[in-house]
């Protein structure tokens, strides 16, 4: 029994780090109809500049808040520079210009921290083990899913509850219907484009006590994030729920239960959903 | 692809080198490493060693580097390879990190005669069924740094293991020589795992059910950046306390050990190279190394050095062309710093002590290896190997 | 709608002309260039085929060419069977599974359709990369060239093969182009700009797509044949979806639906990606910044520009046929 928790838990834990990467790209996909394949490289770059921080400060919370921040600038200038001239590209075009974005940060990354893996350590506060339904965990990852519960709430009332969320809604439903009522569309393009970002920065410095650092993260993960979004179906809070859980459970109990399938279980949820479903579950729109 | 790394300083000394001693030949060597992509910093060790051999021999211009990016991938590696010998027309080959591309380019470096040190592509093969007498290694093969592991753990009192590892050839391979031998001296293996390689960031529900199988201990094999993955995580599930974690030693490789951190501590693995060795050789390896790197050496950067340093004295014995180099390289032998080393007749692999060794926090604060226990003079089974 | 124009066939001609005079005059290793780039120019063509044409970006084209390559390396290297039948096998294998991906995703467009090949793409890869009868991650040594010595040809020659590497690119290219110019090519490009209208005109729409995907996938096998050879080597490597990213990448480089642009492009990719890693070990960001350029200044690539700039000049003269001009416009932005 105490292995089921103990299982259900890991699966959780990597259902967060997923949720947390994947909500600014499903978001901004949602909003702006862009499709950013360089949202893994942000989540490389917090990484990274969660580790120059940490050795700044000394401190596991400087990595903590500087990596959000400083992924959220280089959205700034990635979104002045590049984005908005690319919004009304569409989707192919969008795709191409953000994986040529990739190899760009890839090797900015490279120059700046070089090709050697790098770590942070746990922060003090959350080192060690605590003891839940039963079992001892890791501390650090119900840290993890604490946070990642936190922002699945946050979102949810910042979407349901205030004026910029419904907003927000608008503007994902009908940004031209949205703008005629008055919202600033564009700036509120720029809004959730950052908050996009700072979130893959702030994933980026989570994961960096638990995996390591290196230029290739970014790629790895995008992949299954990408899956995550559309599986959900794109653009909708509840579709990257559902994803991130959906993912995280199965390659955890993929590895469990059935070994030699884990690594192609996700590519065959994929295909299914969105042969059965080609919007994805939960599309944002009907 | 096929980065020419020509190091235009290099070239131009080697250049100028070459006027000046007209009557020397120079012998024009192809090193095929990966310079971008996950295995770039073990092509820097690599590249770094080789270097420091020839300009410690004062031989550096008698060599002419050519170097060829492969990536890291066997279609880039293969087409390096060929462009080197077909093209460039050097002597010897050099390099070779990842098993794939040296099994990928084995055929043609046998047909076309020519010599090929290799200096860290470990997958047993290329000195066991599929060697070539133009093939040497001077690094190590998977089986040969995992087997003696096998019979130590169970001297060590423990009865049971299980074994986790990423699922592609060289997993395979270091965790099959390891459990040949741990079967062989009277161990059981509870249970084995191969995590999706390249894909696995979570090694959570392994460790869960690794732990779950109830071992006197786990015994893997992970490089790179998996490494410090897989040492971090198994130090937070506390799985320490319990289960002590041996494994090949890359695991705890130096190169690693600053990012796993304390988590690495008392982790128990086996390798053929500790920067820690106590021996003048190696202390005046780490020295000169240090100067120029500015950082401990690992054993990618030993395996550089070696591989130089097995050339040198190939044309030290008078070797000149691709021919006398294969002949030569075969009576290679010296002490260097991991100690005495030769080449098996039999396969063309080095024989060398495997060190078994634990971290342990410096005198500097700084994590660092101690050396438990020496297996001497370690020589792989020709395993199918004609020569 | 594609039209073979006096532009596309100078162009081409030149292309390829100027290919297989470089490789006489080439060393063995500009020999190699010509042989990756002749294999890159018909993936690209292929991928082409069914992106510029048919409005499907695949993420899978990767796979199919490794599909090409494995099969032909199995049949030749493991089995010993004759590298004719060997060539024929792959490109019905890859054809074949083009056209599965393409008969379950035709019902998918936009991103999920990108998003479903990259899951079909990468499950042939991963499928590979851990199956250990397969070589797993070490690939397979040993795969046989077509032996053409009945006709004087050696295929073992770096230059024969060179230049029979070229001759395949044309054909692919003829081939390709007579596939567009027909009926069946047309109505391809009635479905991209209208799948809607072209349903309502009672064609089998999903059909059409799941058949140009099949076509698309054999030449894609054929150009994994080409590498296969060329190495006698394959890898997963081949099947990886950066692989197939790459390939789209060339035919951006060269502009998108036009055919003669994927050939161009993917000579450019190579001249670009072998200049610049001479100079530096970063040319992964070199091709990055290209690419985001490309796409910025009006993602016509380096064909489409010239066929742009030649029309602006043909407009003012009075023999320009308005109809053409749109038409190879519809063609350019696809």
């Known amino acids: 029994m105490n292995f089921w928790i103990v299982q259900a838990l890991n699966g959780l834990q990597l259902s967060m780090l997923l949720f947390l990467l994947s909500i600014g790209l499903t978001v901004i996909f949602g909003l702006m109809h862009f499709v950013n394949l360089a949202h893994g490289a942000l989540y490389a770059l917090g990484a990274y500049v969660g580790v120059s921080a940490f050795a700044l400060t000394g401190m596991y919370w400087g990595a903590f808040l500087l990596a959000p921040i400083a992924v959220a600038l280089a959205g700034v200038v990635l979104y002045l520079g590049l984005i908005r001239r690319m919004r009304k590209a569409g989707p192919m075009n969008q795709v191409l210009v953000t994986f040529g974005l990739i190899f760009v940060l890839l090797d900015i990354t490279r120059i700046i921290w070089g090709d050697l893996a790098l770590s942070i350590p746990e922060p003090q506060l959350f080192t060690g083990r605590s003891e839940v339904l039963g079992v001892a965990y890791p501390t650090y990852r119900l840290f993890i899913i ?30 031209q219907m949205a703008a005629c009522l008055g919202i600033n569309v564009e700036r509120l393009f720029f809004i959730v484009f950052c908050i996009g970002c700072a979130l893959a920065g702030l994933a980026g410095a989570v994961a960096a006590p638990v995996l390591s650092v290196t230029p290739s993260m970014g790629t790895q993960l995008l992949i299954p994030v990408l899956i995550v979004v559309v599986i959900g179906g794109l653009g909708s809070l509840k579709g990257a729920i559902a994803g991130s859980l959906l993912v995280g459970f199965i390659q955890t109990f993929g590895a469990v239960l059935a070994p030699q399938l884990a690594s192609v279980a996700i590519y065959a949820l994929l295909a299914a959903v969105l042969i059965f479903r080609p919007a994805g579950l939960f599309p944002a729109k009907a | 692809m096929n980065l020419i790394v020509k190091s235009a300083l290099a070239g131009a000394f080697a250049l100028s080198a070459t006027t000046a001693m007209a009557q020397e030949d120079v012998i024009d060597v192809g090193m095929i490493l990966p310079y971008v992509g996950v295995y770039a910093s073990l092509g820097e060790e690599i590249d770094q060693g080789f270097v420091l051999a020839l300009e410690e021999a004062g031989m550096t211009d008698r060599f002419n580097i050519i170097r060829e990016d492969t990536e890291a991938s066997p279609q880039v590696g293969v087409a390096a390879t060929r462009k080197l010998v077909l093209q460039d027309e050097v002597d010897v080959l050099t390099g070779l990190v990842s098993s794939g591309v040296l099994a990928a380019i084995r055929d043609f470096v046998d047909q076309s005669q020519t010599p090929l040190i290799v200096s860290n592509a470990g997958n047993d093969e290329a000195t066991g069924a599929d060697c070539s007498p133009y093939i040497t290694r001077v690094s190590f093969s998977n089986a040969q740094v995992n087997r003696p592991m096998g019979q130590w753990l169970y001297d060590q009192g423990v009865r049971t293991v299980y074994t986790l590892a990423p699922d592609y050839a060289a997993g395979r391979q270091h965790i099959g020589a390891f459990v040949t031998a741990f079967e062989a001296a009277g161990g059981e293996v509870l249970g084995q795992d191969y995590t999706p390689f390249g894909q696995t960031q979570d090694f959570g529900p392994y460790l869960t059910t690794a732990q779950a199988a109830d071992p006197d201990a786990i015994f893997v094999f992970y490089a790179g950046g998996e490494a410090i993955n897989f040492v971090k995580q198994y130090d937070s599930f506390g799985i320490k306390d319990e289960t002590p974690l041996y494994g090949s030693g890359f695991l705890t490789s130096q190169l690693y050990l600053d990012a796993e951190g304390p988590a690495a501590l008392g982790v128990i693995t086996s390798l053929h190279y500790l920067p820690t060795l106590d021996t ?71 024989v060398q002590n495997v060190y078994i060794y634990d971290i342990v926090e410096g005198e500097d604060g700084k994590l660092t290896q101690e050396l438990l226990d020496t297996v001497e003079a370690v020589r792989d089974e020709p395993n199918g190997c004609e020569l | 709608m594609f039209h073979q124009t006096t532009t596309k066939t100078v162009t081409i001609l030149l292309l390829f002309i100027g290919m297989a005079i470089y490789t006489v005059f080439a060393g063995f290793y500009g020999r190699e260039l010509v042989i990756e780039a002749a294999y890159l120019v018909i993936l690209a063509i292929s991928l082409d085929m069914v992106a510029g044409y048919g409005g499907m970006v695949s993420l899978c084209h990767g796979a199919i060419f490794g599909i090409g390559a494995y099969v032909f390396a199995i049949l030749t290297g493991m089995m010993g069977i004759s590298p004719f039948i060997a060539l024929v096998a792959a490109i019905a294998a890859s054809g074949l599974f083009g056209l599965f991906v393409g008969a379950v995703t035709s019902r998918t467009s936009g991103i999920f359709f990108i998003m479903t090949t990259l899951a079909f793409g990468q499950m042939v890869y991963v499928y590979t990369f851990e199956n250990r009868a397969l070589g797993g991650d070490d690939g397979m040594s040993g795969v046989a060239r077509l032996d053409l010595s009945m006709i004087g040809i050696d295929t073992n020659d770096s230059l024969q093969f060179a230049l029979l590497a070229v001759v395949f690119a044309a054909l692919s290219y003829a081939v390709a182009a007579f596939i567009m110019r027909s009926g069946f090519g047309r109505t391809l490009v009635g479905i991209r700009s209208n799948e809607v209208r072209m349903r309502a005109l009672g064609l089998p729409v999903l059909r059409y797509k799941a058949f140009a995907f099949g076509i698309s996938g054999a030449l894609a096998g054929l150009a994994g044949t080409i590498a296969a050879q060329q190495t006698m080597f394959v890898s997963p490597e081949m099947m990886s979806w950066m692989m197939s990213g790459e390939a789209l990448v060339i035919v951006i480089l060269g502009g998108l639906g036009t055919l003669v642009g994927a050939a161009v492009g993917a000579v450019l990719f190579v001249f670009l990606q072998h200049e610049v890693s001479e100079v530096t070990r970063y040319w992964h960001m070199v091709v990055g910044l290209v690419l985001i350029l490309v796409v910025v200044l009006g993602n016509r690539g380096a064909y489409g520009q010239i066929e742009h700039l030649l029309e602006r000049r043909k407009k003012g003269a009075p023999k320009a046929s308005a109809l053409e001009v749109a038409a190879e416009k519809d063609a350019s932005h696809a």
């Open chain 2, 280 to 350: 003048p050789e190696n202390k005046a390896f780490v020295e000169a190394f240090q100067a120029k790197a500015n950082r401990l050496p690992s054993e990618y950067a030993v395996q550089g050095y070696d591989a130089g340093r097995a050339l040198v004295e190939a044309v030290k014995a008078g070797a000149t062309d691709r021919e006398s180099i294969k002949e030569a390289l075969r009576d290679v032998q010296y002490t260097g710093p991991r100690g005495p080393l030769e080449i098996d007749p039999a396969t063309n692999n080095i």
């Open chain 1, 146 to 175: 604490g946070l990642g519960l936190t922002v699945m709430a946050g979102l949810w009332l910042l979407l349901s509850r205030t004026q910029i969320g419904a907003m927000i809604r608008a503007g994902v439903d009908n940004d």
